[in-house]
């Protein structure tokens, strides 16, 4: 089975996506090379050799930026498509890269997905090697609010910040053309990429560890912390990124550490 990782980022992101690639190779200890995707606009596609010198020297991870066809279109059409969600301040229209990533990931059998605001703290062996019984592998529900989908109580909500997809099955289902198909015929709901494979992949979800994709906001809630330490990745969700002014955690603080020294 061949996998890719990858991760998504526009200009926003561009400058803080180095930690996560250089993190991951610092924790990727085989001696096979590793297929690191990154989804860019197109605008940003003639920028991969300065961004894997920013990444520094890592020879065990193929970096390489890659456009989705569709995701070109969908900038296009843009202005004609209800797009609910870009009144958030954390998200952007290129969050939707994710829905049609399946154009530019021929030859590979799964992916595993990281968002760019993250950071590797160990081994990441349990990660690529994770067992999968159901077709797509997210984090644990999100603990902070209801299923707005369904506006009910009962109904779980994954985020995917961090996720494991079949994609074999994502090709065979017509997953791809379905949800293309919804974004062009409906409003895209309020989170976007993350609502619309909520929609699609929830008969198919599997959950993996929270240490897999640890919030530092968990340190605060006694509940999750002890099923958060030592996490794997830690995620710097919403407003708490690390190069904002924001309270200083340890997590944090070990974004900073490996920022500053990448900028050396």
């Given amino acids: 089975m061949k996998t890719v990782v990858l991760t998504s980022f526009d200009e926003n992101y561009y400058e803080y996506a180095p930690v996560l690639v250089r993190s991951f190779s610092d924790n990727y200890h085989s001696d096979k090379i590793q297929d690191f995707y990154c989804l860019v606009p197109e605008k940003l596609l003639s920028l ?26 969908f900038e296009k059409d843009a202005k004609k498509i209800n797009i609910i969600g870009e009144g958030h301040f954390w998200l952007s229209r290129h969050a939707m890269h994710r829905v049609f990533m399946i154009q530019v990931l021929d030859g590979f ?39 707005h989908l369904t506006e009910s109580q009962d109904d779980i909500y994954f985020a995917d910040g961090v996720f494991i997809a079949d994609l074999n099955f994502w090709r ?32 198919y979800l599997q959950n993996m560890p929270l240490r897999f994709n640890t919030y530092p906001i968990y340190l605060k809630e006694p509940l999750l912390a002890q099923h958060t330490e ?18 200083s955690n340890k997590y944090i603080d070990l974004w900073r550490d490996a920022y500053n020294r990448l900028k050396a």
């Fill in 109 to 147: 059998d799964k992916a595993i997905y990281i968002d760019p605001d993250t950071i590797v703290l160990r081994d990441v062996k349990p990660l690529l090697e994770y067992p999968m019984y159901n077709k797509f592998v997210a984090c644990v529900e999100v603990h902070d609010f209801d299923n």
């Fill in 230 to 247: 030592n996490p794997l990745i830690a995620h710097f969700v919403g407003w708490e990124k690390p190069w904002r002014d924001v309270e």
């Fill in 48 to 73: 991969q050799d300065d961004f894997i010198n920013r990444v520094g020297n890592v020879k065990n991870l193929n970096i390489k930026f890659v456009c989705a066809p569709d995701y070109i279109q």
């Fill in 172 to 203: 065979v289902s017509g997953m791809h053309y379905k949800m293309k198909d919804y974004i062009y015929n409906n409003p895209i709901p309020p989170f976007m990429d993350q609502d619309i494979f909520n929609l699609f992949f929830m008969p």
